[in-house]
């Protein structure tokens, strides 16, 4: 990858000190037009992003917000962009979505949304390597909503999987409702999906319960199978999507089980079948998202993250 180019970088070329250049590029008073011209000139011959805010919107950065996802068939995503896009246009802002094929907001991605002069970045999927290791030392304002990052010292708006998990266990199993629980999941490297997966089995655990945990893969429902098969009695779905395949599968084959989800999706939109689910306020999430992009924009302030209480819905 190649080397970013910082305020010391644009110093050596031009044969002044890295204060002049960070002066020059805030257009400050005591650093003449010339000068400035120079170093504006060559900062951009070189490819230099700046860290600060300030210089985006003083350079009139538009009001543009990006918003990235790898699906918008799942009502989850689909939801709270909805949401997203309709709180940001309150505040004058005009967010535009993008799909990544990868899986991750990833550096072409990145490049795409800089290029469009966006104020900020909201991304459903994480940053790929390349992309965490560009941003590491830029003050870019990119929010990852609804997970939490493999990696340090980034912004998310999330809602508390750990709990909804362990809620879901005190409440369903523990309080001797059902006796044979499981849990499944499309696949078991999602950063969500663990965190769910803690909560429950955690709690499960302290009381000795088994539960044995399914990854079903995507597609075909085959792999339901093994919840017929084992008689479980009780079905903790990562999410309401997948949760909401079971049941189908489940009705079909007329076995009665309990199904509960998480997301909440069908409490948000009436398009989608009812499942018991734990679930956040989408509508808090989505205005704090907003109310804070607002805030980096008008007085360069650093986004917060913040983590989302769940309540369970029967």
């Known amino acids: 990858m190649r080397k970013r180019v910082v305020l010391l970088d644009i110093a050596k070329e031009l044969n002044v000190s890295k ?116 941003l590491k030392d830029k003050n870019i304002p990119i929010v990852l909503y609804g997970l939490l990052s493999k990696y ?44 769910r997966k803690k909560g429950f089995l955690t709690e499960l655990k302290k009381h000795n319960i088994e539960c044995p945990v399914y990854i079903v893969g995507y597609g075909s429902n085959e792999k339901f199978e093994c919840i017929i098969k084992n008689n479980h009695d009780f079905v903790f779905s990562y999410c309401d999507a997948l949760g909401i395949n079971l049941k189908d599968y489940l009705k079909e084959n007329k076995y009665k089980c309990k199904v509960y989800g998480f997301d909440g999706i069908s409490y948000y939109s009436s398009s989608n079948k009812k499942i018991s689910s734990v679930t956040s306020d989408l509508n808090k999430m989505s205005l704090y998202l907003a109310k804070e992009i607002k805030k980096s924009f008008e007085e360069n302030c650093e986004i917060k993250s913040k983590k989302f209480e769940v309540t369970l819905k029967k």
């Open 19 to 134: 204060n002049t250049v960070s002066r020059a590029l805030r257009d400050c008073d005591d650093i003449s037009q010339e000068m400035k011209m120079k170093i504006k000139n060559k900062a951009k011959e070189m490819g230099y992003i700046p860290n600060s805010l300030s210089i985006f919107f003083r350079e009139n950065y538009s009001r543009l917000v990006g918003i990235v996802t790898s699906d918008l068939i799942n009502p989850y995503y689909s939801i709270n962009i909805d949401r997203i896009i309709k709180d940001l246009s309150r505040f004058g802002f005009v967010p535009i979505t993008i799909l990544t094929n990868s899986g991750y907001l990833d550096f072409e991605i990145l490049k795409s949304l800089l290029n469009y002069q966006v104020c900020a970045i909201v991304s459903f999927q994480d940053y790929s390597q390349e992309t965490y290791e560009f």
């Open 152 to 195: 340090e010292n980034t912004i998310s708006i999330y809602t508390d999987d750990y709990m909804g998990g362990k809620l879901v266990a005190e409440e369903y199993i523990l309080s001797k409702k059902y006796n044979n629980p499981c849990m499944i999941a499309w696949q078991d490297d999602v950063e969500t999906f663990k965190r």
